[in-house]
């Protein structure tokens, strides 16, 4: 069975940061996605990055310039480095898994995605 596991949340001020862990158990990352979305209160759950297996990514605009995903193999861990966190960034983190499209892309519709963490919460203060 897939099973993919979040750690790393917490709270940090406006301007921290916060590094999110995803292990990954039986699943086989070669050809396929790992993403990481977010959910504020009383939001829909959003994209915020994608990891293809090549090592491409990709990102929400807002979060540019100061998210990293990245991923260590070796371990099947994947990474979500925030910084230069905003208040607007609070939300339950959830790292996902799923097969490129049809395009060999990773996209930001959640409904792609097979298989989810069980999140974990990141509560950013001014």
């Known amino acids: 069975d897939v099973q993919l596991v979040e750690s790393g949340g917490g709270s940090a001020l406006a301007g921290g940061s916060l590094r999110l862990s995803c292990k990954a158990s039986?699943?086989?990352?070669?050809?396929?996605?790992m993403a990481w979305f977010r959910q504020g209160p009383g939001k829909e759950r959003e994209w915020v990055s994608a990891?293809?297996?090549?090592?491409?990514?990709r990102y929400r605009d807002s979060v540019k310039g100061r998210f990293t995903i990245s991923k260590d193999t070796a371990k099947t861990l994947f990474y979500l480095q925030m910084n230069s966190l905003k208040p607007e960034d609070s939300g339950m983190y959830y790292c996902?898994?799923?097969?490129?499209?049809?395009?060999?892309?990773?996209?930001?519709?959640?409904?792609?995605?097979?298989?989810w963490g069980q999140g974990t919460q990141v509560t950013v203060s001014s």
């Open positions: 039986g699943y086989a990352f070669r050809g396929s996605c």
């Open positions: 990891l293809r297996s090549d090592g491409s990514t």
């Open positions: 996902a898994a799923g097969p490129v499209n049809e395009y060999g892309g990773c996209p930001g519709d959640k409904a792609h995605y097979n298989y």
